[in-house]
């Protein structure tokens, strides 16, 4: 997160070039969503309306990186979002998307102490490659939002010869179809 608890601001001006006024330089979409993998807020504003234009960004990324093969989200999420936003109904799609993210990170946050504190279970063999594995699939899931004390670092990429990714790939169709289910 920013200094202070503040979003890092991005000036959006008539041009549609993005300003960050952190650094003062431009940056594209691929700069902004790499802010956010490290743990960063941001706020994406029109110079001239002062509008809010963060959501809109934030789905072109989403929407750009599904188009170049880098799917997150199941053919079925992405039609029932379709379907919460069509109907004249209050849908509740959004507030569980909110509140099932805010459980995996929460969830996630505590086993992720749990391993690390003075558990027996840190004596296993093979428990350093599956902390790995949890700490790269979490960083895919979420982004990488750091562990106590405040540290943003990311975890250590992954093997050389892709286990890590095989499992994340597992993982992450076997929470696919859960969500699926819960339709």
Same mark, same amino acid.
């Given at each position: 997160?920013?200094?202070?608890?503040?979003? $890092?601001?991005? +000036?959006?001006?008539?041009?549609?070039?993005?300003?960050? &006024?952190? &650094?003062?330089?431009?940056? &594209? *979409? /691929?700069?902004?969503?790499? !802010?956010?993998?490290?743990?960063? /807020?941001?706020?994406?504003?029109?110079?001239?309306?002062?509008?809010?234009?963060?959501?809109?960004? $934030?789905?072109?990324?989403? @929407? /750009?990186?599904?188009?170049? =093969?880098?799917?997150?989200? %199941?053919?079925?999420?992405?039609?029932?979002?379709?379907?919460?936003?069509?109907?004249?109904?209050?849908?509740?799609?959004?507030?569980?998307?909110?509140?099932? !993210?805010?459980?995996?990170?929460?969830?996630?946050?505590?086993?992720? /102490?749990?391993?690390?504190?003075?558990?027996?279970?840190?004596?296993?063999?093979? !428990?350093?490659?599956?902390?790995?594995?949890?700490?790269? !699939?979490? +960083?895919?899931?979420? =982004?990488?939002?750091?562990?106590?004390?405040?540290?943003?670092? %990311?975890?250590? &990429? @992954?093997?050389?010869?892709?286990?890590? *990714?095989?499992?994340?790939?597992?993982?992450?169709?076997?929470?696919?179809?859960?969500?699926?289910?819960?339709?």
């Amino acid at each position: 997160m920013a200094q202070g608890g503040k979003p $890092l601001l991005i +000036k959006r001006y008539a041009s549609r070039r993005l300003y960050n &006024t952190e &650094t003062s330089d431009y940056v &594209t *979409l /691929e700069d902004i969503a790499g !802010f956010i993998r490290d743990g960063r /807020e941001v706020q994406i504003v029109d110079l001239k309306s002062g509008d809010d234009l963060t959501r809109q960004y $934030l789905l072109q990324i989403i @929407a /750009e990186h599904e188009s170049r =093969g880098e799917s997150v989200l %199941p053919v079925d999420v992405l039609n029932d979002l379709v379907r919460s936003y069509m109907t004249g109904n209050v849908s509740v799609v959004p507030e569980f998307l909110k509140n099932s !993210f805010d459980m995996l990170r929460d969830g996630q946050t505590r086993v992720m /102490e749990n391993m690390t504190s003075m558990n027996p279970l840190t004596k296993m063999p093979g !428990f350093q490659v599956m902390q790995k594995q949890q700490e790269a !699939f979490m +960083k895919a899931m979420t =982004g990488w939002q750091g562990g106590k004390g405040g540290d943003t670092r %990311p975890p250590e &990429t @992954a093997d050389e010869d892709g286990e890590d *990714l095989e499992a994340i790939k597992r993982q992450l169709a076997e929470l696919q179809e859960k969500l699926s289910k819960l339709k």
